[in-house]
């Protein structure tokens, strides 16, 4: 294989929305910045997502200045989002972790993703990413915090594994469904030059001058069978991830990482597996 290299960089401004691919990105310790510092909750402090509502995957957020958000999505007129000034908390449910979230200002912003959605929802920023949530501490080492992402600071995927998948699905029995495009699976970076599932054995990376830890592989789940640029679902990756990739319970795709320094990284940086 050739010398690895970050082939893009994905940053999601609201969670389930539809990403964006800078050039660069500042990493921060939860995370690249400006990635799933919004979030959609229900009526019940819940948080929306993809997986009981696909037509997120058509909804965008362009990152502002500052940490706003200009929000767009089909039949809908773009709507502006400042971050909101300090002011009470609300509760939000994140999988298993309770969460505490600043909802946006007003009511705009509401009133815009509910008549989306159909349902009663609410858009909260996550004001104090060093001290709101810490990453899951069966995988964590003291200190480690993390945005509303499913759990981990960062995703990394690499491009010959995505191959490797797209030509597992082909012989398959969904094969009409491939091949699939790297954005089901949402990745923060993603490294091209590797051999497949090479990624299984890091524990340590460096891209660029920034070095992460890998945290763990990533389990994946339905929402990875959701057309990013259609809301319709199918059955793959999950079928054929489920025939070859189960490892430890899980389907997996991806590793977890944890950012271990500061600093920025670029498309086209060097990737270097430390151990």
Same mark, same amino acid.
């Given at each position: %294989?050739?010398?690895?290299?970050?082939?893009? =960089?994905?940053?999601?401004?609201?969670?389930?929305?539809?990403?964006? *691919?800078?050039?660069?990105?500042?990493? !921060?310790?939860? #995370?690249?910045?400006?990635?799933?510092?919004?979030? /959609?909750?229900?009526?019940?402090?819940?948080?929306?997502?993809?997986?009981?509502?696909?037509? +997120? $995957? /058509?909804?965008?957020?362009? +990152?502002?200045?500052?940490?706003?958000?200009?929000?767009?999505?089909?039949?809908?007129?773009?709507?502006?989002?400042?971050?909101?000034?300090?002011?009470?908390?609300?509760?939000?449910?994140?999988?298993?972790?309770?969460?505490?979230?600043?909802?946006?200002?007003?009511?705009?912003? &509401?009133?815009?993703?509910?008549?989306?959605?159909? +349902? #009663? $929802?609410?858009?909260?920023? %996550?004001?104090?990413?060093?001290?709101?949530?810490?990453?899951?501490?069966?995988?964590?080492?003291?200190?480690?915090?993390?945005?509303? *992402?499913?759990?981990?600071?960062?995703?990394?995927?690499?491009?010959?594994?995505?191959?490797?998948?797209?030509? /597992? =699905? *082909?012989?398959?029995?969904?094969?009409?469904?491939?091949?699939?495009? %790297?954005?089901?699976?949402?990745?923060?970076?993603?490294?091209?030059?590797?051999?497949? @599932? *090479? !990624?299984?054995? @890091?524990?340590?990376?460096? =891209?660029?001058?920034?070095?992460?830890?890998?945290?763990? %592989?990533?389990?994946?789940?339905?929402?990875?069978?959701?057309?990013?640029?259609?809301?319709?679902?199918?059955?793959?990756?999950?079928?054929?991830?489920?025939? &070859?990739?189960?490892?430890?319970?899980?389907?997996?795709?991806?590793?977890?990482?944890?950012?271990?320094?500061?600093?920025? =990284?670029?498309?086209?940086?060097?990737?270097?597996? +430390?151990?």
């Amino acid at each position: %294989m050739g010398n690895p290299r970050l082939q893009s =960089i994905h940053v999601h401004p609201v969670k389930a929305f539809r990403g964006l *691919a800078p050039r660069q990105a500042v990493v !921060e310790p939860w #995370g690249l910045a400006g990635d799933r510092r919004w979030v /959609l909750i229900d009526d019940g402090g819940k948080v929306v997502t993809q997986r009981e509502h696909p037509r +997120l $995957a /058509l909804a965008a957020a362009e +990152l502002l200045p500052g940490g706003g958000v200009r929000l767009s999505a089909p039949g809908m007129d773009p709507l502006t989002v400042p971050v909101p000034r300090p002011a009470a908390t609300v509760p939000v449910g994140i999988f298993r972790d309770k969460v505490d979230g600043v909802p946006a200002e007003g009511d705009a912003a &509401h009133a815009w993703c509910s008549e989306y959605l159909g +349902l #009663g $929802a609410r858009l909260v920023h %996550m004001d104090d990413p060093a001290t709101r949530r810490p990453v899951d501490p069966e995988f964590a080492l003291p200190g480690e915090t993390v945005s509303f *992402a499913d759990g981990y600071p960062l995703l990394l995927t690499t491009a010959a594994s995505l191959d490797a998948l797209n030509s /597992l =699905i *082909a012989q398959g029995r969904h094969a009409q469904e491939g091949p699939l495009p %790297m954005n089901r699976f949402r990745p923060n970076v993603v490294v091209a030059g590797t051999a497949a @599932w *090479a !990624e299984d054995d @890091w524990s340590r990376v460096a =891209i660029g001058e920034v070095t992460f830890r890998v945290a763990k %592989m990533c389990g994946r789940c339905v929402v990875t069978t959701t057309g990013q640029a259609t809301a319709e679902r199918g059955k793959e990756p999950l079928h054929t991830l489920g025939r &070859h990739r189960r490892i430890g319970g899980k389907l997996v795709f991806g590793q977890n990482l944890v950012p271990q320094s500061a600093g920025t =990284i670029r498309v086209g940086d060097p990737v270097t597996v +430390l151990d």
